[in-house]
């Protein structure tokens, strides 16, 4: 027998009456609608008794609304599954079957002398035509049998097999409504930071920061990510679904990080674009610090290394670590995924390759004076509409033509054949260290080779741009 199916609680009670009885308070209709429900997500909350998981769960504190009154549960309470006591029919016999039990709570106002109390009930799984307005749902139990005995085996939010009844409802609070974007002219820090806006013109949500209304899905989105596990660096493929990013190839650069795997149809699959995430998973056996910034792993699908791969890997910023770990456990961080380049010294226009980052511009390589930054081959007529190439603002990204050549053995001349169909090239050499080192001579021999020479025997990498 159950101590008492009553928990400890706190009801809104009349002062003014005659005997302190329930008072309903319409002002809670500005908050709930009219509708019982939840007062927020963790409210009543109902968790395994880690006492005696098989048979008995926990009520968790919270309030919630029901006939008008706020009513708190102020400790947890704990329910015996297999006690009849808190069954709203025992009548049928109690915890002998399998499906999904309901936990309610149990409360009707009446002016009455002694006042209603809320009790805690359970709706065996074929009881739950007898679920009045009486009740508040508060969770589903599933129920198994292992052989032996009844026991529990999961609670849900949601009963899957009546989800129009069978589910917790929410206090239904609503964000301002906006025709237009508020201008950054308008914005007044005092009252809109912080604010959450539905604007009907762009059918979205947007929310105030420091100094103006930004749209809540740059922030977020969803997406099927059911090959990705949460923390992982994530692409988009042309599935459409995302998969785990890695920097051996431009078409799986990174683009967002996974914060929780499900479906994109029912909204469980879920990504974050940037901000700041956790559960970064960093790539096996590297250490990250505090501040470095992290860059999308050649080696490990989905996690960051501190340090841009070597070649022939692409390089791509991720964002700036917030955490320490050795991988692969994770850190958190600020996330800020640039595409191939952007952001990095050298071939800035060219934010394409970002990996060069030692290249500076191309500046420093004597016998290149002319090419200081790629400011120079300004007067080649023949690329007239390139602007240049100051910036190489035709070349942003990808579209960037680069040839890696790999020379081994060690040899005194390389013959180099790249594909840029073009005799006028740019040309870097390094060393199996990625040093870089300058050749004897380079002839620019023809629009698809060049020959490069050294005083001796020398292997390792040509860059030809």
């Known amino acids: 027998m159950a101590t008492t199916i009553f928990p ?57 609304f029901k006939d008008g009154l706020i009513i708190t549960v102020d400790e947890d309470f704990r329910v015996d599954m297999s006690d009849e006591d808190f069954y709203i ?17 149990n409360y009707q106002y009446v002016k009455s002398i002694p006042v209603p109390q809320l009790s805690i009930g359970i709706l065996k799984p074929n009881q739950h035509n007898l679920f009045t307005s009486h009740y508040l749902f508060l969770k589903a139990v599933l129920v198994n049998f292992n052989g032996t005995s009844f026991e529990i085996a999961s609670i849900h939010d949601v009963d899957p097999n009546e989800p129009t009844v069978g589910k917790r409802v929410y206090t239904q609070i609503y964000p301002g409504l906006e025709n ?28 105030g920061f420091e100094d103006q209304f930004l749209p809540v899905d740059t922030v977020r989105d969803n997406i099927d990510t059911t090959s990705c596990e949460v923390g992982d660096v994530c692409y988009v493929a042309s599935d459409g679904k995302a998969y785990p990013a890695l920097s051996d190839s431009t078409s799986t650069i990174g683009n967002a990080v996974v914060l929780n795997v499900g479906l994109e149809s029912n909204g469980t699959g879920r990504v974050k674009i940037v901000g700041r995430v956790d559960n970064v998973p960093v790539q096996t056996g590297i250490t990250v610090n505090v501040g470095d910034l992290v860059y999308l792993s050649g080696v490990n699908a989905g996690t960051v290394l501190p340090t841009a791969p070597d070649m022939p890997y692409e390089v791509q910023l991720i964002g700036k670590a917030l955490t320490s770990s050795t991988g692969p456990n994770p850190i958190s961080i600020w996330l800020m ?29 004597s016998g290149y004076s002319g090419i200081s930054g790629f400011s120079g081959y300004s007067g080649i007529s023949g690329y007239s509409g390139i602007s240049g190439f100051s910036g190489i603002s035709g070349y942003s990204g990808v579209a960037l033509s680069i040839y890696t050549h ?5 040899s005194s001349g390389w013959n180099v054949v790249h594909s840029l169909s073009r005799q006028l090239v ?26 490069i020479t050294f005083l001796s025997n020398v292997d390792g990498y040509a860059v030809v741009v």
């Not at 790999?406 to 060690?410: G, K, L, V």
């Open 180 to 207: 237009s974007v508020p201008s950054s002219s308008t914005y007044d820090v005092d009252t809109d930071e912080g604010r959450l806006i539905y604007v009907r013109d762009d059918a979205a949500l947007y929310f």
């Open 337 to 365: 995924p640039t595409l191939l380049g952007d952001a990095i010294g050298g071939l800035t226009g060219a934010s394409g390759y970002s990996g060069y980052s030692g290249i500076s511009g191309y500046s420093g390589i």
């Open 8 to 64: 400890t609680q706190t009801r809104t009670i009349d002062p003014y009456a005659e005997y302190n009885s329930n008072i309903v308070s319409r002002l809670t209709d500005m908050v709930t609608r009219g509708f019982d429900s939840i007062h927020s997500p963790r409210s009543i909350e109902v968790e395994i008794d880690t006492t005696s998981p098989l048979t008995t769960v926990v009520v968790q504190t919270g309030q919630f």
């Open 89 to 105: 029919s025992g009548s049928e016999g109690v915890w002998d079957t399998t499906g999904y039990y309901w936990i309610v709570a």
């Open 406 to 410: 790999t020379e081994s053995p060690a």
């Open 426 to 451: 740019v040309v870097s050499v390094y060393d199996t260290s990625y040093n870089q080192i300058i050749p004897n001579n380079i002839n620019l021999s023809s629009s698809t080779s060049c020959y």
